[in-house]
């Protein structure tokens, strides 16, 4: 039977997974993704990933390649696959792609965002895909910062201590803060049924996210998290965003702001 190269968009919620790459002992993506497909079609399989999220991160349209020798079609592959998975991953799509087909260095953008919430009452549902920052945000200066990223850069000052690639050049297309609209206040009333979520009094409110998106051909090493947590520190007034310039140019870690927590980080897709 003739294997087939299948490249595989999958959606997962992290927060209880040890990242993407396979480790010994721990409960990967990775590893649960291959243990299913193997004992799917019944024989050892490999599975690539196009990125390696770190533990505790999301994806919306992570990119895998599975070689696989089966006589289930392509087609009828997604399901097969998600049928099996633990209800926080799911196979989106499964596409038959040529020999030769490299996930990592075909892929020519990804896009990433960012999710926090600054309103005062922690949001229990959202929690383990946000940042909560129960505090007022400068967005417009954030935002400022940000575009101060876009370009062809080196990005040796937001990349982790442990990534050791000699290259830290890399080109963001995009990097944006989005605040939410205005928040819509409502005076208590017993007859809460006739208001939409949102606007009774004590809910939570749209206007309480920020969105920060950040999209690149390439990525270091946690470069993504230490980008929002130097952002942070501009939203809470301890940077200016014309300061973006002089850690770009110092080249070290330590120039940065903190690396802010995974739970917030989405990976929201790959495109080739």
């Known amino acids: 039977m003739t294997v087939r190269n299948i490249k595989l968009i999958i959606q997962y919620d992290g927060s ?3 990242g993407w790459q396979i480790q010994p002992g721990q409960k990967t993506i990775q590893g649960t993704l291959s243990d299913v497909i193997q004992n799917l079609i019944g024989c050892k399989v490999q599975v690539f990933g196009a990125s390696r999220t770190d533990a505790g991160v999301s994806a919306l349209g992570q990119v895998a390649l599975a070689q696989i020798d089966s006589p ?3 087609e009828n592959l997604a399901k097969a696959i998600t049928d099996r998975l633990p209800a926080d991953i799911v196979i989106t799509e499964a ?3 040529p020999n030769g087909f490299d996930i990592i260095g075909a892929a020519t953008r990804k896009l990433y965002r960012y999710t926090i919430f600054t309103g005062p009452t922690r949001p229990a549902l959202q929690i383990r895909h946000c940042w909560y920052i129960p505090a007022e945000l400068d967005t417009v200066a954030m935002d400022r910062a940000a575009k101060m990223l876009v370009g062809k850069k080196d990005f040796k000052s937001f990349a982790s201590a442990a990534d050791k690639r000699q290259n830290s050049v890399r080109t963001i297309f995009q990097c944006d803060v989005n605040a939410s609209c205005e928040k819509k206040r409502q005076k208590p009333t017993a007859d809460i049924q006739r208001f939409a979520p949102g606007e009774i009094e004590g809910t939570q409110y749209d206007s309480d996210w920020i969105y920060v998106n950040v999209e690149g051909n390439a990525f270091l090493y946690n470069m993504v998290r230490n980008i929002v947590g130097t952002l942070i520190e501009v939203g809470k007034g301890k940077l200016e965003p014309e300061k973006i310039k002089q850690i770009i140019e110092a080249k070290d870690r ?8 995974a739970a917030g980080l989405c990976l929201v897709w790959i495109k080739y």
Do not use: N, R, S
């Open 16 to 18: 209880d997974y040890h």
């Open 95 to 97: 596409v038959e792609m």
């Open 72 to 74: 289930i079609p392509t």
């Open 254 to 261: 330590t120039a940065a702001g903190p690396i802010a927590p």
